[in-house]
């Protein structure tokens, strides 16, 4: 008597619903209020401060107000962006890699195309100001460093504001697209990946569901991994900090940054603030990728 096969798992559509957006936002809300800020700040101040260890890094952080400190830029630029971008990418992804795999991509390809419209639309639509305003909080304490008193957060904005219009608050966002592309492709993908070798190992190959740790498991997989366009953040950083350093070329580009992080700090420089930045991947995919299937 022949086994009997179970036909694969119908693709099915999420609708579109008010509390999917919702939820998009709720979650990256969540993200962000717990580790994702502190791990945010951390990364930014090492890409910032390319010669600081882990450690140093650290002790500057700790040094702005204690744990406080950890949390700089949260309100109100970080939950601005967390609250739309969140959904954005839960929106935009899920349609993405819906209309691939319904055109015959595998799962693999389908995460990444839905991961890398989901960054892509992140970036330009809600990001662009909010990353570069969060930088500006946590980098402008090198001018205070240097004996000059930071204005305040919305003082800052008005000012760059005055100064180059809607480029100046938005300086960067290639970057920050290039990284987000890269960033959310991979991680959907990659997670896809991991889930299809956790069903080889489980024996769940015929569409069976996940468990919520393997899920998880797969998802900080994708994460971790992720974490290899650093020298991308790095280049982000620096575009939009408020470094005052006379050899650094004007009107900066990604490729004149590049040559300028090199030309200053090699290729370590590229990769400096990695170690935070993994841990942040892994989190950042938990909660979207993971939570957001579950």
Request: aromatic share 8%; glycine share 14%.
């Amino acid at each position: 008597m022949s086994a009997v096969t179970q036909p694969p798992a119908k693709l099915e559509k999420k609708p579109i619903k008010f509390s999917n957006l919702l939820l998009g936002a709720s979650l990256n809300m969540f993200e962000v209020t717990t580790l994702g800020q502190p791990l945010e700040v951390v990364k930014t101040t090492m890409a910032a401060n390319r010669t600081d260890s882990f450690g140093n890094a650290l002790a500057r952080v700790w040094g702005r107000g204690g744990v406080a400190g950890y949390y700089q830029g949260l309100i109100p630029w970080a939950w601005i962006e967390a609250s739309t971008k969140g959904a954005v990418l839960l929106f935009v992804a899920s349609e993405a890699e819906y209309y691939a795999k319904a055109a015959g991509a595998s799962d693999f390809i389908g995460g990444i195309s839905g991961g890398m419209a989901g960054g892509v639309a992140q970036a330009y639509a809600t990001m662009g100001f909010c990353t570069c305003m969060k930088t500006v909080e946590i980098t402008k304490h090198k001018l205070a460093a240097s004996g000059v008193k930071p204005p305040g957060t919305f003082a800052t904005f008005m000012d760059i504001y005055r100064k180059e219009g809607i480029r100046g608050i938005n300086r960067g966002v290639n970057a920050v697209a290039i990284r987000q592309t890269t960033n959310w492709g991979s991680r959907f993908g990659l997670s896809r990946l991991a889930e299809q070798g956790i069903r080889k190992v489980t024996g769940k190959e015929d569409g069976q569901r996940l468990g919520n740790f393997e899920k998880i498991l797969a998802s900080g997989l994708g994460g971790g991994l992720s974490a290899w366009n650093q020298p991308i953040e790095v280049i982000r950083v620096e575009m939009q900090s408020k470094t005052d350093d006379p050899n650094r070329p004007k009107n900066l580009t990604v490729g004149k940054t590049l040559r300028y992080i090199y030309s200053t700090t090699g290729i370590k420089g590229l990769y400096r603030g990695v170690a935070p930045r993994i841990g942040l991947g892994v989190w950042q995919t938990i909660c979207m990728v993971a939570f957001g299937d579950l």
